[in-house]
T-cell receptor, first 116, second 113 residues
Framework: NAGVMQNPRHLVRRRGQEARLRCSPM?????VYWYRQLPEEGLKFMVY????????ESGMPKERFSAEFPKEGPSILRIQQVVRGDSAAYFCASSPSGQGINSPLHFGNGTRLTVT | GENVEQHPSTLSVQEGDSAVIKCTYSDSASNYFPWYKQELGKRPQLIID?????GEKKDQRIAVTLNKTAKHFSLHITETQPEDSAVYFC????????????FGSGTKLNVKP
């Protein structure tokens, strides 16, 4: 049973370019979360999605950042016109659906974005 | 919204000693509390969790306690080993349909051999 798959593992972009980060949740999981982690810091919530639906994007910057989780295919976190401050590790996590059940998050290995 | 605070930010212990990491939360509706371990350059991995209907849970050298009245929970690691060295994160969640997690700021544990 494959875990949460993220790609690429490392991504280098020049200022002003676009970054696309992909995440395939664990099999059977329909909830996807994106977190950002700066060096030596904690996990900051960005966005929470179900298939074709954004549940909570309160942690995502209003400009340049967008996320989607289409009916088919992986979840995509898109950062337009990247700046140096976007350099961070971006972790995707997934959990199964289930009313009345709290389930742990399972994290992918992250995408380390470096903006030069 | 929920606010999770975690202490200490760094913790250094001698191999074989115990380590305790504490977290507090603000939303009394939170009902699920996982702990994650993150080694350098790797993904956070779940090590233990506790639900609000339980006061304590143990798994070998790791235990978690929950005090709902005081709204705090703690991670206890006994007989620490160098491979326990990592950053540990606590989290709180209150979702049913929507399972949003709030993380503490992390504790860097260093176990000295």
């Amino acid at each position: 049973n494959a875990g949460v798959m993220q790609n690429p593992r490392h991504l280098v972009r020049r200022r002003g370019q676009e970054a696309r980060l992909r995440c395939s949740p664990m099999k059977g999981h329909s909830h996807v979360y994106w977190y950002r982690q700066l060096p030596e810091e904690g996990l900051k919530f960005m966005v929470y999605l179900q298939k074709e639906n954004i549940i909570d994007e309160s942690g995502m910057p209003k400009e340049r950042f967008s996320a989607e989780f289409p009916k088919e295919g992986p979840s995509i976190l898109r950062i337009q016109q990247v700046v140096r401050g976007d350099s961070a590790a971006y972790f995707c996590a997934s959990s199964p659906s289930g009313q009345g059940i709290n389930s742990p998050l399972h994290f992918g290995n992250g995408t380390r974005l470096t903006v030069t | 919204g929920e606010n999770v605070e975690q202490h200490p930010s760094t913790l250094s212990v001698q191999e074989g000693d115990s380590a305790v990491i504490k977290c507090t939360y603000s939303d009394s509706a939170s009902n699920y509390f996982p702990w994650y371990k993150q080694e350098l350059g790797k993904r956070p991995q779940l090590i233990i969790d506790i639900r609000s209907n339980v006061g304590e849970k143990k798994d070998q050298r790791i235990a978690v306690t929950l005090n709902k009245t005081a709204k705090h929970f703690s991670l206890h690691i006994t007989e620490t080993q160098p491979e326990d060295s990592a950053v540990y994160f606590c989290a709180a969640s209150k979702g049913y349909n929507f399972n949003k997690f709030y993380f503490g700021s992390g504790t860097k544990l260093n176990v000295k051999p």
